[in-house]
């Protein structure tokens, strides 16, 4: 892909050791996260691309700020965490802006989060079911990643892990499995957020120890629906440059999308690559 470029990264699933990342992070931005301290109290919101990562940083943000959406916008709010050189003037500057409790994002795998597994904070994963998720990784590589190629190569670059940060089925399942054993990972289906919003905004604010009470509640269901935020300039990323006529970063937001785009031959082989990859283990998905 035009806008994504090669990494090495220790640990990488991907046989050269290789994992994709945009173009504008380098080696020595993902080699400083390695220094990057974590704080018991900070939450990290994590998802493969595409996965609902938007809208989750919306429900936390609004949680947290007592329902206010706030002068900042969202991507500053919660600040992408290695993005933070291009997207905030760096790390430093990241850390002395944040108050005591520090909420970011990441699409980084398990194995490049820093100090994972060595302190209290906390983790809300996101996993959508990876046939939407391929439709709205390609509209997204096609609005803002420079990519060129149809639906039908782009497909077989996802299904090999040959796009930005590497295999979803990597990144999901290594994620999964570690929450099955661990208090302090929040796993949470997109799916589930589409058909029950109350519930999940519910089991977040339980999550991260935030007192719900129904106003609160009500509030950040409101201004955390996809209709809501798709005219939220604050709330959602239609300020990022983007090539013209290309559906914008948020969509649909919808389940089964993937009908539209996937031939008969790309559904059987996704649905045995996703037996062999998820439900063997038994990661399901609603599609």
Known sequence: MAEYKQVLVKDGKNPEGLISFPIFITQREIGALNSF?????????VAYPKSGTTWMEQIVHLLANNGEQGDKILSEAVPWLEGAATCYGGLDRLIRDSGDRRYFHSHLPMSLMPM???TKAKYIYVARNPKDNAVSYYYHARSKMGYEGNWSEFIKL?????????????????????????????????????????????????????PLTSDLLDTVIAASKFSAMAINPKANLDWVP?????PKHMRKGI??????????????????IYESRFLKFGLQFEF
Do not use: C, P
């Not at 301290?37 to 919101?45: A, P, Y």
């Not at 983007?242 to 290309?246: A, D, F, N, S, T």
């Open 158 to 210: 996802y299904i090999e892990g040959k796009v930005g940060y590497g295999s979803i089925f990597d990144h999901v399942l290594d994620w999964w499995k570690v929450s099955q054993d661990s208090d302090n990972i929040m796993f949470v289906k997109y799916e589930d957020m589409t058909k029950n919003l109350a519930q999940v905004v519910t089991n977040v604010a339980n999550f991260i120890d935030i």
């Open 255 to 272: 389940i089964g999308d993937w009908k539209n785009h996937f031939s008969s031959e790309e559904n059987l082989l996704f649905d045995a």
């Open 116 to 118: 994972f597994g060595k």
């Open 37 to 45: 301290i974590v704080r018991d109290w900070d939450t990290f919101i």
């Open 242 to 246: 983007q090539r013209e006529g290309i």
